[in-house]
Each structure stands twice: as C-alpha cells, then as structure tokens.
C-alpha cells in the first residue's frame, strides 16, 4: 500500500519540474483558434496532481477497509482500532501535524478532500480517525514547543489517540457556563476538578486537552476567565466513564470524564493563563470545515445510493428513476453535495492562505450539515420500505448524519456566529 509520505516526498522533488512546465502551458495557453480563453480568472476548480493522488489514496482505503466493516462497528459499536491502526501506519491520520512535529504538513484543503472520501465510507469510523484534529488544534496554535513536540509527536509516531474536553453536563453551547475548576498551587502547578460530558474518543485517548475555570470572580469577562490544559490520560483523579449508545456514529467512542483533584504541572497550559476561551474556540476554524467535508462525503454516498437503487427498483413497470419525483429528489442531493463542497473548499482556502475563515467555516459547518441530513432523509424515502430496515444501508446513513448538525457547535450556534460575523462586517465597512 502507498504511504503518504512517500508521496508527499516525491511529489516535492517534482515541484520544479511541475513550475517550469506551467510556465510553458502558460504562454501557450492564452486565447487559442477556437476563441475560448484559458487563462487564469484566479479561481481554479481542478485539484493538483498531488491532491489527487491523496483523494485516491483515502478513497482505495475507503473501498477496501472501511466500507466492508462499517455495518459490523455500527452494530456492535466496538471502537474501530484495526482502521486506526491501519489508517495511521499508512498517513492518513493526523494529516494537520506539520512535518517538525512527525506529521505530513498536509494544507487543510488537501486534508478535507481525504476526509471526504473517508466519510463516504462511514462518519462514525472518521469521526475516530479525524478527533486528533480537534484535541491537537489548541496545541499547534497556541502550544509552547515542548508541548508540540511531545504530543503531536506522540499521535504521529504511534496509533495514539487525544480527546478535546469542554462540554460539560450543565452546558454545551453556552462555554461561559463551565464549571471545572482549576486552581493553581504553592508551586504555581495546577489542581483540576470537575465534570466533562459527550467527550469524543475519550475512553481510548491517551491524553485530553481540558478546558477549565479559572478566574473564580463570577464577573471576569469570557476573554479572561478560563485556561486550557493538556492533561495524561494516567494521572491520578480521572475516572472515565461507560461509553454512550448514540443513534448514529456508534463505534465512535464518547463519554463522560470526572477530574478529582487531578494535578497539571504548569508546563502543561496552552496558551496564557485566563486565555482558554479563545485557545479552545480557535480550534473551530480549523475543524468545523472538517465536519463540513465529513457531511459531504455522507450526503454523496446517500445520492449514490438512492441513485442506484433507483434505477434498479422498479414500480408500476419501470425503475422509479423514470419518475420525475424521485429524479427531483436525486438532482436537490446532488445541488446540497455541490454547493457544500464549494462551501468546505472555500473555508479550507482562506485557512490555508493564512486568511482568517471564521464566518465561512461556519458557513461550510451549517449548510453541510444540513445537506446531509435531507440527503439522508430524501434517500430513505427513495428505499421506500428497504430504506427503513437496517440491512439497507441508508438508514445508517440517517442515523449517522445527525450529529453532524449537533457537535462542534450546533446549526442554530453556526447561524448565531454567521450572523454576529456579518453584522460586525455591515457595521465596519458599510453594505
Ligand atoms: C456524539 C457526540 C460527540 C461529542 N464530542 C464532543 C467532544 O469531543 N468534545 C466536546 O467538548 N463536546 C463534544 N460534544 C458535545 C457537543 O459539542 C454539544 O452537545 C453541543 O455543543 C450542544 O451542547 P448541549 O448538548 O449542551 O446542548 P445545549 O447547549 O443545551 O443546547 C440545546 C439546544 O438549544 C439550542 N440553543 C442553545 N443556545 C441557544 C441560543 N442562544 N439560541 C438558540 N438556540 C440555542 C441548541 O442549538 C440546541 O438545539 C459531543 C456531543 C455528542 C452528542
């Protein structure tokens, strides 16, 4: 099997060949005999050779090791390690690490259109393989260099798992309302204590990025009142807790945490002290367009489906796909696969220009989600009576798709960022 980062190596020494023969097509290619111009606009639909080359490489593993198994893990709920392990021997986990750190320094483009083809396979299996984004975010933007180097180092040179720990049972939209505590010590290290709740990964994880109180005045501003910490899975005082049967994405392991008197050295903050708030949501910037490109790779598998079955399921004398209700059906899944995917690449593209992509990340998060969600509605409906039984596959698919509207922020919490993001805009520079 290829290896991601054989073919990121090679791919990099091409890069010079690939430069001097695009300056060749270059001035070729302006205008030619039959009048349709081809130069740049700027805008560039056509992915490189090398992202190409990811997509094929997550989309034969998809084919080959995710796919024939999904059914097996949705049932039994057993967490997916063959595939972790798998999937990190060859690179594809951890795709964001730069190569300091271990990783392949891969862009976030090129990561989501990966995370795409894996999803198509099954979101429960790469909710598991892509969580390490979302525990690992807050250390690569805002971590000392001690921090990165033992953590992220750890994810990349061994099957290791990290979990991302901020809801609590009391709050979850609301981060203001966080009731674990920190409290520093004589020696200036930290004490932990407090409840998380519907933590991904977090019975397999090997470490947690926690996200704590604490300034104790009731008053502080959001800005100033919480610090984030990567805590050792082993250290005294964690008690994890039985793992939660959810409707949908059932091998993806989520659990509640409970910190008594759980002791943090002072090397292990993120960020500065009182800054956890904005430490914690900066990962979304990064991730909520991964949750986006995870929704597409759901909602493209769920018009494959019903589109198939369409033409194979026959009713009054002919496959249904004759009839322009069930072909209305697959045209809205394929315009919500499309315009999302638009909306995921846009997101990634400002992210890796060094653009700040909040609004659009949200953008991606919300209409994704919910392209999903009517993709895998409308697809049971084209099953008809087989789209309500679990041997078909779409009603996995229905199941698995919720969540997607629910973590990392739910729909109405992207269109409440959406619309603060846009009136700041309107106010600052005018219609
Ligand atoms: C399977 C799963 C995995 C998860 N993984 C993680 C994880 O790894 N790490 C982690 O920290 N969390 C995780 N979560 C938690 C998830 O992010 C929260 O459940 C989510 O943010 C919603 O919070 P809540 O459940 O407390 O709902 P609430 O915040 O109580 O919201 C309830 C409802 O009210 C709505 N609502 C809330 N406030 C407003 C408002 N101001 N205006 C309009 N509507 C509002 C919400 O949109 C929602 O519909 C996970 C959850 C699940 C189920």
Not at 2 to 9: A, D, M
Not at 72 to 100: R, S
Not at 199 to 206: C, Q, Y
Not at 231 to 238: A, L, N, S, Y
Request: with cysteine; hydrophobic share 40%.
């Amino acid at each position: 099997m290829v290896i991601l980062s054989t073919l990121v190596r090679s791919f990099n020494g091409r890069s010079i060949v690939s430069a001097s023969s695009r300056q060749l097509l270059g001035s070729y290619s302006v205008g030619n005999e039959t009048g349709i111009r081809n130069e740049s606009t700027g805008f560039n639909f056509e992915p490189s050779d090398e992202s190409k080359h990811f997509i094929e490489l997550s989309s034969k593993f998809t084919r080959d090791e995710i796919i024939p198994k999904a059914a097996y893990y949705d049932k039994t709920g057993e967490y997916p390690w063959e595939i972790v392990k798998k999937a990190h021997a060859i690179g594809l986990m951890n795709t964001f690490v730069p190569a300091k750190y271990g990783g392949p320094g891969l862009t976030l483009t090129d990561s989501l259109l990966m995370a795409e083809e894996i999803a198509y396979g099954c979101t429960g299996i790469s909710t598991a393989l892509g969580n390490n984004a979302l525990a690992g975010a807050p250390l690569l933007l805002h971590g000392s260099e001690e921090l990165k180097e033992k953590y992220l180092g750890w994810i990349t040179s061994e099957p290791v798992q990290g979990a991302y720990c901020v809801t609590e049972p009391g709050t979850g939209s609301d981060v203001s309302g966080l009731k674990t505590k920190a409290i520093k010590d004589a020696n200036g290290d930290w004490v932990i204590n407090g409840q998380k709740m519907w933590i991904t990964n977090s019975g397999v994880a090997k470490w947690y990025f926690v996200l704590t109180r604490t300034n104790p005045d009731p008053k502080a501003k959001i800005s100033e009142a919480f610090t984030g910490f990567v805590v050792d899975r082993d250290t005294p005082g964690i008690t994890v807790g039985r793992k939660e049967w959810n409707m949908g994405q059932r091998c993806s392991d989520t659990r509640g945490l409970s910190f008594e008197n759980v002791k943090v050295p002072k090397e292990n903050m993120v960020g500065p002290e009182g800054k956890g708030f904005i430490v914690a949501m900066s990962a979304f910037d990064f991730t909520r367009p991964a949750v986006a490109s995870a929704a597409v790779g759901l909602a493209r598998r769920c018009l494959d489906e019903a589109s198939k079955y369409s033409l194979e399921r026959k009713a009054f004398g002919q496959p249904i796909a004759n009839y322009q209700a069930i072909q209305f059906k697959l045209a809205d899944m394929m315009i919500g696969v499309e315009t999302a995917k638009l909306a995921y690449l846009k997101a990634a593209w400002l992210h890796d220009r060094g653009e700040k992509n909040t609004l659009m990340a949200s953008i991606a998060k919300c209409l994704a989600a919910d392209v999903a969600n009517r993709s895998a509605s409308e697809a049971v409906q084209v099953f008809g009576g087989a789209g309500f039984n679990s041997e078909y596959p779409v009603e996995k698919l229905m199941r698995d798709a919720k969540i997607l509207q629910i973590y990392e922020g739910t729909g109405e919490i992207q269109r409440m960022v959406i619309a603060r993001e846009h009136i700041a805009r309107m106010q600052k520079n005018g219609p």
